[in-house]
């Protein structure tokens, strides 16, 4: 099978899944666009986008701007227009996938096997149907990878640009992806390519130019020096929610932390009242509004910037008086990392539909074999009597291919013998795919709780590409390369 037929054919089959969820019942959700905390409210992108994006604290402005736009320019159509972008974003993360997979020297007809089964599966549908940031998010990744495949090859400027304009995007939509990320992939590069370092700087200049002015304009207007404000309470979530009720009365009454570590993060504004100063009232409906139009809670109201303080000096004094609380968080976000990506509580109205189907797939392709109606966490199910058990509730396949094939791609880089089988932009794809999925995975376990499998989700494609190069390689296929390709080859 060759390259282009390869395309066809995964495109034929994203096509036809799609037909068969559409007639399974499954429907686009755009409820997020209303009900999502880290949108702007929908009234105020139909009438006041631009200043409210101006004023966001609580989010990087990337993905706001997109559903503003969307929301204003298609006010009354907007779910229809969302959930044709997510079908075509459906369609380049197919394409996007296999030509990945085949780049690391996965022949065509594997690459169309890995590819259709992970387009075709639950967890990618789910996401697709639904108006979050986190399909969006797989196909940068994606896109960024083949971009510095590309510019590898031909170290030119304008795929330097491309590389870096899609890790900007990315930190415009997710606040993973720090500056931090961003300049550790510099270095790599600066060092690995120094033939390359003059279209690198050239490519991540602007970047940093773009994101430093988010970072000044943050610090000047609310004193933070950062593209979201919501360490705070996401803080609060691993440390202070984690306590129960008598551990969190007993710490509040020796004044180990603040009456906040009873009060649970992401509260309304009103809870937090008898703890805050109201700031005075600014005019500006984005930062004034307890609650948007559509009744909840506004995150990016000026008094939740006291609240996030609390919440990290709260979450301070948990690690340094009473760390079990953190590693309860710990322990959740881990087992929840390798869950299949459609379990998820998030999804259980929407999965209804194709429930049979959802729970065969991730049994026979995950290794999931049981299940919880109310999706019950790591510690409830200890507290239920589960132990070693719980390893069941799990993707069994995801326990083992998961750490088996960061540590199969860590080895092609560092021994001498197998990574002669590789060229130097193959390696150093690889490179950037590893150091992507240990950061965005540190972010998840480190900085969250109960959602791991969902901040793994945009690291499913890294993943499927990583197992298919691993398989190849078990069963002999890979031959080693010449050091004639290790050398640079400008194009004609």
Request: hydrophobic content about 50%; glycine content about 6%.
């Amino acid at each position: 099978m060759t390259q282009p037929a390869g395309e066809i054919s995964v495109l034929a089959v994203f096509a036809v899944s799609r037909t068969a969820y559409f007639v399974a019942g499954l429907r686009f959700n755009a409820r997020p666009v209303e009900t999502f905390w880290q949108m702007i409210d929908p009234a105020l992108m139909r009438t006041d986008l631009l200043r409210s994006l101006w004023y966001l604290h609580m989010q990087p402005p990337g993905y706001n701007l997109a559903i503003g736009l969307t929301v204003k320019l298609f006010p009354y159509q907007y779910a229809t227009v969302l959930w044709v972008m997510q079908i075509a974003i459906g369609a380049a993360i197919a394409v996007c996938l296999f030509r990945l997979i085949c780049r690391l020297g996965v022949p065509v007809s594997w690459a169309c096997m890995l590819t259709s089964i992970f387009v075709i599966s639950p967890g990618c549908v789910l996401f697709e149907n639904d108006a979050t940031y986190d399909y969006p998010v797989l196909l940068l990744l994606l896109l960024s990878a083949l971009a510095l495949s590309r510019f590898c090859e031909s170290l030119t400027t304008r795929w330097a640009l491309a590389f870096f304009g899609c890790l900007l995007v990315l930190m415009l939509v997710r606040n993973a992806f720090h500056v931090i990320y961003l300049l550790t992939v510099t270095v790599g590069l600066l060092w690995f390519l120094p033939v390359g370092r003059r279209a690198i700087l050239t490519g991540v200049l602007p970047v940093l130019l773009i994101l430093g002015g988010l970072y000044v304009k943050n610090g000047l207007l609310f004193g933070r020096f950062t593209s979201s404000t919501w360490l705070g309470m996401t803080m609060g979530m691993t440390t202070t929610y984690q306590l129960t009720d008598e551990e969190a009365a007993d710490l509040v009454k020796r004044g180990v932390v603040s009456p906040l570590a009873e009060i649970t993060p992401f509260s309304k504004l009103s809870e937090y009242d008898p703890y805050i100063h109201r700031p005075p009232k600014t005019g500006i409906p984005v930062l004034d509004q307890d609650v948007t139009s559509t009744g909840h809670p506004n995150f990016n109201h000026l008094a939740y910037l006291q609240v996030h303080d609390q919440y990290l000096a709260d979450s301070i004094a948990i690690w340094r008086h009473y760390p079990i609380a953190y590693a309860r968080s710990v322990a959740i976000e881990c087992f929840s990392y390798f869950r299949p990506a459609s379990d998820l509580e998030y999804f259980d109205k929407e999965s209804v539909p194709i429930q049979a189907w959802e729970r065969a797939f991730n049994a026979v392709v995950f290794g999931q074999v049981r299940h919880t109606e109310d999706r019950e966490d790591f510690l409830e199910l200890k507290d239920a009597g589960h132990n070693f058990s719980r390893v069941l509730y799990t993707g069994m396949f995801l326990v083992a291919l998961i750490p088996a094939t960061v540590t199969w791609g860590a080895a092609q880089l560092l021994v001498p013998r197998w990574r002669r089988r590789w060229t130097r932009t193959q390696l150093l794809v690889l490179g950037f795919i590893l150091f992507t999925i240990i950061f965005v995975t540190l972010v998840s376990i480190l900085f969250s709780t109960f959602d791991g499998n969902r901040y793994r989700f945009p690291l499913d494609g890294f993943f499927v590409a990583l197992a298919g190069g691993m398989l190849v390689q078990m069963r002999g296929r890979r031959k080693p390369v010449h050091p004639s390709d290790f050398q640079h080859h400008h194009p004609a």
